[in-house]
């Protein structure tokens, strides 16, 4: 039998669904991404240019260019995730193909005033795949995750009407109507009334039952890309002083789902004559996000000497828009096998966000012209984010951008790349490093990055064919929903082959 709560109206939307710091983060963070040479020298361009993905980093490289260019890469993501959580392992992943970059530089020789030759180009560089899969299980007797909605619901004391009209943070309500929750007698104050999570309930439950074990399992599917497509304009002042500017569009497409089940098994063993006993509930979501936006860079290379150049460049924030549609659906059986399911909800948000700075300086050594090596030292404040409302709306983002503030710091990047010539062939090897963006006082877990990468190609006048390969492991701990103290451990592994065609005239 299956009764349906058909949700239509939602007054207030809860802001354990609304934007926080790690929305702002995600699009601030960027990959290792873009043509093969690029991702095999560990993205470190800063000082060397010359590179269709390097002027992303520095847009002053674009003057180092003395011929034309066009260039289209392919490749794939290997994704792999296990998770720990309760003391039991799962693994998952996924296979992706994707297109992480084309361009073109067009060079033009010119004698005037000490200008050799000036570049414009167009170049289009992924900037962060979203794709993951993972999977996670374990047992529990003491927590669920209707915990979270009972503690939301005895801080406020609702009124049961607000709940059965929606008047109130949609998560709560629906534990309610869902019958998950009950109100029951303050043990500690007989004039006032709680609410308990169901299964704990002792009038419900009846003399001699109790809960016995609460297995818990969650699904996480993402998708999606954050990209960048670069308008840029340069030149070469005698050979000495190369400078770019360039104005980028970035785009966002992000889509998560995660879907979360509680098995409630009970002591003595429920039979169907229970039917006040409710065995499963199971809650899925759905987060779209859409964005673009805008930002400004300007750069520089000056060749020291015929050998050493030093690099500098600056991007602004990133000023986007950012469009969001939240779904959720959720159902709780019961031992008789009656079910309640609560249709679809969507929430729309619509806001501004603003992504931290950057600034890279670079240095970069030519060795006898067959082999060179490039450091790239790159400074962000994850802090500088900022949520801010779209005209017409009237939502408050001061709290997200405390939040910001306070869990969120400074880090420093470091990149170092190096190739060798063999004519026709070249050998490539690289190393990055992200460092921690959390302050390590609110920092459950360490999340800097290390990405080791390798590659080669092929180089005739006008033709040549790169491969490169990174790979990058990480290990993130999370709770599952706030009211846990469980965290589960989630161990990443990704690796990208990326392949690179580029034509020069």
């Given at each position: 039998m299956k009764y349906i709560i058909a949700l239509l109206t939602l007054g207030l939307a809860s802001t354990s669904f609304a934007q926080n710091y790690s929305d702002a983060l995600q699009f601030s963070r960027t990959d290792i991404s873009g043509s093969a040479r690029f991702v095999a020298m560990g993205g470190s361009f800063g000082a060397l240019g010359g590179e269709i993905s390097g002027i992303s980093v520095n847009p002053g490289g674009i003057g180092v260019y003395r011929n034309s260019e066009f260039t289209f890469t392919a490749g794939f993501n290997n994704y792999n995730a296990e998770t720990t959580f309760r003391g039991s392992n799962a693994v998952?992943?996924?296979?992706?193909?994707?297109?992480?970059?084309?361009?073109?530089?067009?060079?033009?020789?010119?004698?005037?005033?000490?200008?050799?030759?000036?570049?414009?180009g167009i170049l289009h560089n992924r900037l962060n795949h979203f794709g993951s899969e993972q999977r996670a299980s374990g047992n529990s007797n003491n927590s669920t995750y209707i915990?979270?909605?009972?503690n939301v619901l005895n801080q406020n004391n609702p009124s049961i009407s607000s709940l059965e009209n929606f008047d109130y943070p949609f998560g709560s309500s629906q534990a309610w109507w869902l019958s998950m929750v009950d109100q029951v007698e303050d043990p500690n104050d007989r004039n006032s009334l709680i609410f308990i999570p169901r299964i704990y309930n002792t009038s419900v439950l009846g003399a001699g039952r109790s809960i016995e074990k609460i297995e818990q399992s969650r699904t996480l599917d993402t998708r999606g890309n954050q990209a960048e497509t670069q308008f840029v304009f340069g030149g070469n002042f005698m050979d000495k002083l190369y400078v770019g500017a360039s104005v980028s569009v970035q785009t966002v497409s992000f889509e998560r789902e995660v879907s979360f089940r509680e098995e409630y098994s009970y002591l003595p063993t429920v039979t169907a004559q229970d039917s006040n006993l409710v065995v499963n509930y199971q809650e899925d979501t759905r987060l779209l996000s859409e964005g673009r936006g805008v930002n400004l860079k300007v750069g520089g290379i000056y060749r020291a000497t015929e050998d050493l150049r030093v690099g500098l460049s600056f991007q602004t924030p990133t000023?986007?828009?950012?469009?969001?549609?939240?779904?959720?659906?959720?159902?709780?059986?019961?031992?008789?096998?009656?079910?309640?399911?609560?249709?679809?909800?969507?929430?729309?948000?619509?806001?501004?966000?603003?992504?931290?700075?950057?600034?890279?300086?670079?240095?970069?050594?030519?060795?006898?012209?067959?082999?060179?090596?490039?450091?790239?030292?790159?400074?962000?404040?994850?802090?500088?984010?900022?949520?801010?409302?779209?005209?017409?709306?009237?939502?408050?983002?001061?709290?997200?951008?405390l939040e910001i503030q306070d869990i969120l710091t400074n880090a420093h990047h470091v990149r170092v790349g190096g190739e060798f010539k063999i004519n026709p062939f070249v050998l490539r090897a690289g190393y990055s490093y992200q460092g921690n963006p959390y302050d390590p006082e609110f920092s459950i877990s360490d999340e800097s990055r290390n990405t080791y990468s390798l590659g080669g190609g092929f180089r005739n006048k006008n033709f040549n064919f790169d491969v490169g390969v990174n790979w990058r492991q990480m290990t993130l701990n999370e709770r599952f929903y706030s009211s846990t103290d469980a965290m589960a451990a989630i161990e990443e592994t990704e690796t990208n082959v990326i392949f690179t065609f580029g034509w020069r005239w």
């Open positions: 998952d992943g996924r296979f992706n193909m994707k297109l992480p970059n084309v361009g073109y530089v067009g060079n033009y020789k010119i004698n005037s005033n000490g200008w050799k030759s000036y570049s414009f915990d979270q909605y009972v000023i986007m828009r950012m469009d969001e549609v939240f779904s959720i659906d959720a159902s709780s059986q019961f031992a008789d096998g009656f079910e309640v399911v609560a249709e679809s909800v969507e929430s729309t948000f619509s806001y501004r966000l603003r992504t931290p700075a950057r600034v890279t300086a670079s240095l970069a050594y030519i060795i006898l012209q067959r082999a060179a090596i490039n450091v790239d030292y790159e400074y962000i404040d994850y802090s500088t984010a900022f949520f801010n409302d779209r005209q017409g709306f009237q939502n408050d983002y001061s709290f997200q951008n």
